[in-house]
């Protein structure tokens, strides 16, 4: 029997200000990214993308959306008895790890 999906708790405001300034192919792949992430968010379910966090966040895990220089991270939490989803950030490599 396969175990349901996680769902999306929450987006927080500054990943919807983020997104009110995005180009649209940017949205999409950002859809594209919750949907994979909610059909596994654990570095198990997918290595390539997914990475546990360390440090100072406050949020567990980070889903690698483009590569290279300006690729952008979606930082996120998983309530694994909620079965559900807390975006945090969403912004370019560089920025989205500055406190």
């Known amino acids: 029997m396969k175990t349901p999906r996680f769902t999306i708790k929450t987006v927080h405001s500054r990943v919807a200000r983020y997104l009110k300034r995005c180009e ?21 379910d997918d290595p390539v ?20 220089k300006h690729g952008l991270r979606i930082l996120y939490d998983v309530d694994v008895k ?14 989205v790890y500055k406190a």
């Open 24 to 44: 649209k192919r940017v949205l999409v792949e950002f859809e594209e990214a919750l949907e994979h992430i909610c059909s596994g968010p654990f570095p198990s």
């Open 49 to 68: 993308h997914i990475t546990h966090l360390k440090g100072p966040f406050h949020c567990s895990y980070r889903y690698m959306l483009t590569k290279g």
């Open 82 to 95: 909620a079965r559900e989803i807390t975006v945090y950030e969403f912004e370019p490599r560089g920025d």
